[in-house]
């Protein structure tokens, strides 16, 4: 009974109705058509969503000016942010974005262009 209803999860069959006076009609029935997608993911954000998006965490971390937030912006170098408020920063943008960037990446990020690359290029950023 698990396995017909994680199937059935899964899969589209169409029905007909026929009436009275109507001859069987032939189904038009393609498997392409009756798959569900699996992923939630189905639309991407676009570029200038994500931009927006990273911007509006950056400017909404404590220590940084708003002004001074644009996308070509560097968290330590323009902002005065120490390697500490960079990780916070990281942290928002997971949180934001629903999704976990690997520590490895997450060094890597300490610019908004880079944040913004990251995460417009990333699969399952929401």
Sequence with gaps: ??????????????????????????????????????SSHDVHLTKEEVIDRVLDVVKSFPKVDPSQVTPNVHFQKDLGLDSLDNVEIVMA??????????DKEADKIDACNLAIEYIYNHPMAG
């Design 93 to 102: 943008l997971e949180e934001e974005f629903k999704l976990e960037i690997p």
């Design 1 to 38: 009974m698990a396995l017909r209803s994680a199937v059935l999860r899964y899969i589209r069959v169409p029905v007909q109705t026929l009436t009275a006076t109507e001859s069987k009609p032939q189904p038009q029935w393609s498997l392409r058509a009756s798959l569900r997608l699996f």
